[in-house]
């Protein structure tokens, strides 16, 4: 199985604050007729910090039951402690998930000193049963992990990839060149999709993917053919409501985008909101600007 | 019960990776000797974060067994969802607490807008069956909550107070300013409690009191009488160790230092270390210099 | 002369653009009558980066005829260039200033490594005939200089102060207490001028004393007598004007301020702009709340 | 002329601490040889903030006499005030530059909102006898101007494009798409040249092209004729050495690559230096992997 193409980290559909195993079931039936390459389970914008253990597993379950066994599954496994995160990897592992997103452990901030985060990576690897992908997401975490670091934990063959969602491309580009042949990169900012692949980037975890995987997954196709232009009309298209439904909105403007593009929203869990009209107002002009 | 003076927010201990019971509890009978007003379970020294649920509800039941009635027991119990929050906070306040901290929800910093966290915390205000007090600590959660924000949230009856571990005066002193009468303003770095006194705080949750609980009663009791240069005397000999187990060291510090102090300190969890022979000298040289 | 007390950093008045002798003057003869310890010439508040080389020499002539000898002048020649800084401060020693206060190079702030820093203040006072005082204002260079540096170059007998505008009371702590003794630390930010006395600061250099200057000099008075309660009420009811005409609203508001409080303000220099109507009346209420 | 292709933001020559004209010269002629498309004069990379007015004089005389008429000659006239830009914008008009480069105020940062920097742009613009260029470069100024405000300013036909040298490719994409057509979009990092160019860059204003000018010309070469390939190869191979002549050892690091590779570096102003021997020989090693 490549790793790579477009994945959406996907959202976690809730009904009476209670997980709606039925909404996850539909909205997957529809993406999995999409050119998506895969799916990301229990990422940030599945809302994995709002979930408890149980909630999760079922999260997994019934994703592993959705997805066809030719794309991809990756779990984010990532928690504060280097033994919980082993723990939960191999739980998922043993679930069937192809691979483990490990976010930098990041609530220690002043202590989670380079050295001390490749270790914590180090050490997941080497006790993990399937393949893991570091997730650096400095505007979440409050830490960066800067690209000689990555190159290094590259070497490690159970470190099978990252996610970046820095957006910094000048980043994302060393990260490539530095790290290993087969690593895979993938960019996790749908606004630097098009110049991400440029640099070389194996593919995309983008949270407006959820909502419009056909036309993340156009993007990548036109550049593969070397139709730069079209490439970049496309990302140019794409970029308004990819904000909207990250920095502008964040999850809960995602989930109402969801709603208005036909897969299953819903609310995100408190202290999140779902945005108000004016909001939805916006949101549907976005979606209809993209889609026509 | 009065909530002043000083506080340590206790380290829990581990040996062999797991939970020392006997360990707290020898802790908390050195502790209980001393002029500490109450404690505080559950902070981020206390490695709240590496904790399962039932480390969590353990740790709880020894402080509750090992604190006597005569001191506060303060139990932190902030969750990233509000829900989760109110459900654990109700949970130590059937075991016996008698406030919880809560922590700003930070990891979608984006969303986080000051309504959102009032939202937060007048929900589980609403909800809870002891006071709560806001825990500020934008060094962890990359989030600040403004004094006018604070201040508004102190007219609720069941939002008791704030443990403020930004370490900036001026914001302190306009939140004791303009926050209700009677709103407990404490202060969560050690560095500045002398200052913090002098604009009116009520007492310190102090990570460095876990070691050198008298040095710390010490200063406030010599502010209490009004005499300052003792006060201030005090505080300039305490600042060193201070920061050395806590910005500079970490958690991996603070424990050591409780070790070469008499009490058990232990190892922090991984990805969290304890520091090497260089660091123990340095502490050993700052130690003495306070105690000696 | 001993360097202490409260001095504003006076601004520069303008009127149809020009450098205005006769309100720089006016404005003197009633500062002159206050307790004010002196006043800091060509500070930020100065607008001094918006002088040209003949306009800040003028403002140097007229604070020099006056300000009575009985009072400190200080004035503000830290430019981007060793050189530059060096030349500029023997041409104001020559004029009769009794000290230069040198801002933190900071354009290239990637380079300003502390001991490129310490190189630069080191040469500056080798080559100054009057002392200098180091400028340290994290909010406008965007650079800090930690207290472990100002110590050590507290050791050359012609650096003899800092004024210290972080707002950091730990900071400034730390500074008064690792520096020789006799290093005249000076606190920049109005609203914990209270508690940086309490620290041992020798005085404040504060934007709110152009237009408040008693209210400012007798928080001081308070504190020297030990009337704490009282110089903690002044400080509290200081405050939001403090953070009104810097924080908030800029020199801008600083000078707005300055009209409505009796001396001449004016207005600020371009791309600063005098505020509008509805903040001047909210300057008013601050000032009437104050000044009763 | 059309406003594209590769310029550096040339040095300035100092020799025994003056500026060197027969370096300068010398250094010219060197670069007109190349497919430099013109020349940025008195940019950051220029040192300005270290030149007198006299010496900014004499290095723009000495450019214009050595710039053939066929490249463009840019200028670095951006002041803190609004009316000295003014003026020194129109002095360099008169002598002969083809556009001016204007940073963002910056010294007064909390005041720099969005609405008055837009209005210092315009009316600069509007006083300006020749066009200018925005120049947003967040590391040196501590202020990001978002797209949407370029996008607005880029409407006044006076104000022709912009040097972004944030390295944030996803704002460089916004910019280039909401502004005008024919607003010439410069990226300021040659680190992210390549990047920059695929999402529609006019050119890069580069501080390696002070010393290896073919090789950014030929990145945009191969980028025109398709060959992406070739392009992105030797962006990787040109990224080390550029990281290293900026972010890493500053301007003191470009001006001893420069003298490395055959040009006129010599020493930078105090307080920047120039680096010692281990700088040197690792920047002979970057150097030789790049030019073989």
Redesign the interface.
Known sequence: MKLSGVMPPITTPFQD?KLASDKLKSNFRKWNKTGLSGYLVLG?NGEA??L?EKEKIRAVEISRESIPTSKIMLVGTGM?????TIRFTNQVAKMGADGALVVT?S??????KPQ??S??FM?VAESSRIGILIYNVP??T?INLEPEWVAKLSEHPNIIGVKDSS????QL??VI?LSRKGFAVFVG?A??F??AL???AAGGILAVANLAPQECVRIQRHFNK?E?RSA?AL??QL?PLAKAVT?TY???GLKLAMDLAGYFGGDP?????RPDRKIEEELKKLLLRLKG
């Open positions: 604050g940030s910090v709002y408890n504060e402690s280097t033994e919980e452990p609530y220690f901030k002043g202590s989670m001390i985060l270790d914590h050490a505007q979440y409050g957006g910094n491309i000048g580009s060393e060149h900012s606004g630097v098009f110049p440029c640099v070389g070397g730069m970049r990302q140019i970029t920095a964040g999850i809960g869990r408190a202290p999140l909101k």
